[in-house]
């Protein structure tokens, strides 16, 4: 019996045990995530799970006792570079040397050059043939070593009248392509990459940023002359931080500072972008990720990498992140997170500022405050994406069909799954199946190109009774048409009494307006036709019309899967009133004629054409594709610019004004509004440090 019940002990042990997450996930420290088409963030079992560290116990010779080995860690080291045999080099900036040493961890040797010293080396390279290239930043030079560390040769600042005076060069990183042309990213070079030939001779600057404009730089550009734009700030492009390149050949840079877009870019040898999606920001974070000083200034890269499957990798030393994107720039995932003030631990990052790849896509992470190298291994999950992704970027979507199951078998939130598995479904001509899976990854011009094939296999199978039903209709409408047109019943109901209600004699109005606005506007000022009510009831109208407008729209037009009614609630009406309010002042000084009941009136008649053609067009929106996307937003644009010349042509009648009061008066409104909305937030801004200035009082009343 005593054996029974540690049977059934032991039983429950085990079960519970099964049932518990893989002891991996538990020995993880950080988090792995990726984004829906929509931004959001999904949790995700690790992509990578840490294989340990290595450069942490490095020894060299006693300055004082050569046959005596003393501890000598790496200090603030800035590059790290694995060459084709698998062997780790570190630029170890604080010490003036280079580490060299195995995949393990094992110490090679050290590159010092003592008849020539390095000066806090910041870039390391190392070509198939074992030459090495060190970006020597102190000395202002690069050098080209042999696989002995002996020189070969020195590269100074290239002379050329293409290059600015001022231009400063301080080396940071250095790459060589196949041609054993150098590319080298230089401190604050806004120019670009440094591009010099084998023998050093300078080829132009490559790869460089574009310069961000802001809306008041524009302003500013139109509006002042070239004399006082030239007393502004000037306006540079952020420089390139690194430098990288794969085995095809494309050259692959990154940016920090304040760029927002472009911090990755994968360039051929013209210097062309090649990601598609280089106009979204890389480097991503978590919403609750801030810096300690509380200052967000957006993602900081400063290295990256490619491993053998072409996936770019890039880490953020601010937000402590390393994300990876596939070779069209896809996020895949990213992961990472700050280690813990005062302790190490593994998997966690203090400042990352290097990384790098082996043959085996290991990765190599360098961390120049912790002085240490970490190395990962991509986990189960980590290899069947990139399987099945690489299989997808190959155009073998049939194949990639079961690994992506397997992926969404792991973890069925992950949104490139979905996509690899609506192309593969497209391309067996599954387009339902299809257009439902771009739908759920998010990809509108995948869901158009299935739906576009569903259109067209129907009309294909249905068009003779299609166009029998229409010729019939036609003819039906025509015969009917004549031998009706001389009974007295159409002309009883041409002839019908119109209703004396009020109520609906102004909804009549308000259609009136449509057709012929003068007329209508006229009639609102000068015969007080019109009323609050049939205002308020059009009002509600576009309202409704909004909100069915986002959800009847074809996803092929509109991505939203939410709808927030009250958010836009908010939004129109606030918008509306301060419209009016606005309206009404400028008018009231102004000249105007109108009372605020004809502006009222007059400014909800006019939003008439949104119910008019915005329900109608969204509901139409369903049989369209994105290649009649000109018709749609052209429809769209025509209901914009009709809403708008009736606003127009209401303030003109209303308040009697001329033409060019009329414009006078939009403008002078428009300004209305943003000061009521500018002193809004600040009346906003007070009142809650009142009410915390209060609260505080009380506090110290009551607490003493």
Same mark, same amino acid.
């Given at each position: ?16 045990? #099964? ?16 984004? %829906? ?14 294989l ?15 046959? *005596?080995?003393?501890?000598?860690p ?9 060459? @084709? ?6 630029a170890?900036?604080? =010490?003036?040397r280079?580490?060299?040493m ?6 090679l $040797?050290?590159?010092t ?7 806090? +080396?910041?870039?390391?390279f190392?070509t198939?043939?074992g030459s090495?290239y060190? @970006?020597?930043?102190?000395?202002? $030079? ?9 020189v070969m ?7 050329s009248?293409?290059? +600015? ?6 080396p #940071? ?12 990213a ?22 460089a940023?574009?310069?961000a404009?802001?809306?008041?730089d ?6 002042y ?5 030239a ?5 540079r ?5 690194s430098v ?13 500072? /304040?760029?927002?877009?472009?911090q ?7 210097g %062309?972008?090649?990601l ?8 991503? /974070? ?7 000083e509380?200052v967000? /200034?957006?993602?900081q890269?400063? %290295? ?6 072409? =996936?770019?990798i ?32 593994v ?5 990352? *500022?290097?990384?790098d ?7 190599? *992470?360098? %961390? ?7 190395v990962f ?25 079961q ?38 990854a ?12 569903? $259109? ?8 003779s ?28 109901w041409?002839?019908?009494?119109k ?7 102004n909804?009549r109005? #308000?259609?009136?307006v449509?057709?012929?606005?003068i ?10 036709k019109?009323?609050?009510? !049939? ?18 729209? !074809? &996803?092929? &037009? ?19 009133? #301060? ?6 002042l400028?008018?009231?000084i ?9 502006? &009222?009136?007059?400014? @909800?008649?006019?939003l ?9 067009? @969204?509901f ?14 052209f ?5 914009? *610019? ?20 009329t414009?006078? =008066? ?16 600040i009346?906003m ?12 009082m ?5 607490? $003493?």
């Amino acid at each position: 019996m005593k054996i029974h019940k540690w049977g059934l002990v032991l039983s429950f042990f085990l079960l519970c045990a #099964a049932l518990l997450p893989a002891t991996a996930f538990a020995s993880v420290k950080y988090s792995t995530y990726t984004k %829906d088409s929509r931004g959001n963030l999904i949790w995700l079992q690790p992509a990578y799970f840490p294989l340990g560290v290595i450069g942490q116990n490095l020894m060299a010779p006693d300055p004082g006792n050569k046959s *005596v080995q003393m501890s000598s860690p790496m200090k603030n080291p800035k590059d790290i570079f694995i060459d @084709a045999k698998g062997e780790v080099y570190i630029a170890d900036t604080g =010490n003036n040397r280079i580490v060299h040493m195995t995949e393990s961890g094992q110490l090679l $040797r050290y590159i010092t050059l003592p008849e020539n010293p390095f000066n806090k +080396p910041e870039g390391v390279f190392v070509t198939n043939d074992g030459s090495i290239y060190v @970006a020597d930043t102190g000395n202002k $030079r690069v050098l080209k070593l042999d696989a002995s560390g002996k020189v070969m040769q020195e590269y100074k600042r290239p002379e050329s009248r293409y290059i +600015p005076d001022t231009f400063v060069f301080d080396p #940071a990183k250095v790459m060589v392509d196949e041609r054993e042309f150098m590319y080298i990213a230089v401190h604050g070079s806004y120019e670009g990459l440094v591009m010099l030939d084998p023998k050093g001779k300078f080829q132009g600057f490559f790869g460089a940023n574009g310069t961000a404009i802001s809306p008041l730089d524009a302003l500013k550009r139109m509006l002042y002359t070239k004399k006082m734009y030239a007393n502004e700030v000037a306006k540079r492009p952020e420089p390139i931080n690194s430098v990288a390149t794969d085995k095809n050949g494309y050259i692959f840079t990154v940016t920090g500072g /304040t760029a927002t877009t472009n911090q990755l870019k994968k360039l051929n040898v013209k210097g %062309d972008n090649l990601l598609r999606s280089s106009s979204k920001p890389f480097g991503e /974070t978590a919403p609750w990720d801030v810096p300690a000083e509380g200052v967000m /200034t957006g993602p900081q890269l400063t %290295d990256v990498a490619v491993d053998q499957s072409g =996936n770019m990798i890039v880490v953020d030393q601010q937000n402590k992140y390393i994300s990876h994107y596939d070779g069209s720039g896809n996020l895949l995932y990213f992961w990472g997170g700050a280690s813990a003030i005062g302790s190490s631990q593994v998997g966690l990052l203090k400042s990352p *500022v290097a990384l790098d790849v082996n043959e085996r896509n290991e990765l190599f *992470v360098l %961390d120049d405050q912790e002085n240490i190298v970490q190395v990962f291994r991509l986990s189960e999950f980590g290899q069947k994406v990139d399987q099945a992704n690489q299989l997808t970027l190959a155009g073998r979507y049939e194949d990639s069909e079961q690994p992506w199951r397997e992926v969404l078998r792991l973890n069925g939130q992950f949104a490139p799954a979905y996509l690899g598995l609506a192309k593969s479904a497209f391309k067996k001509e599954q387009y339902e199946t299809a257009k439902d899976l771009f739908k759920e990854a998010g990809n509108q011009q995948g869901y158009s190109d299935s739906f576009w094939q569903i $259109r067209m296999l129907w009309l294909q199978g249905n068009f003779s009774w299609i166009a029998s039903v229409m010729l019939l209709g036609v003819i039906l409408y025509t015969v009917a048409n004549k031998l009706t047109a001389k009974r007295e019943f159409r002309t009883r109901w041409r002839n019908r009494p119109k209703s004396q209600n009020r109520f609906l004699s102004n909804l009549r109005l #308000a259609l009136h307006v449509l057709k012929h606005p003068i007329d209508g506007f006229s009639a609102i000022h000068y015969e007080n036709k019109g009323s609050y009510l !049939s205002a308020s009831i059009v009002l509600l109208g576009v309202y409704a019309s909004l909100i069915i407008s986002q959800f009847a729209t !074809s &996803f092929s &037009f509109n991505p939203k899967t939410f709808v927030d009614i009250y958010s836009t609630f908010t939004q129109f009406f606030i918008v509306w009133i #301060a419209w009016i309010v606005a309206n009404y002042l400028v008018s009231s000084i102004y000249r105007g004629e109108g009372r605020f009941k004809h502006i &009222f009136i007059g400014s @909800a008649y006019a939003l008439l054409p949104y119910i008019a053609i915005g329900i109608p067009l @969204a509901f139409i929106s369903n049989v369209m594709t994105m290649s009649e996307a000109s018709i749609y937003h052209f429809v769209g644009n025509a209901m914009t *610019v009709w809403i708008g010349l009736l606003i127009f042509w209401k303030i003109q009648n209303v308040h009697n004004y001329t033409f060019g009061e009329t414009i006078m =008066n939009v403008f002078l409104t428009l300004c209305t509004m943003l000061v009521i909305g500018v002193l809004i937030f600040i009346i906003m801004g007070l009142t809650s440090d009142l009410g915390s200035l209060l609260y505080q009082m009380y506090q110290e009343v009551t607490l $003493r």
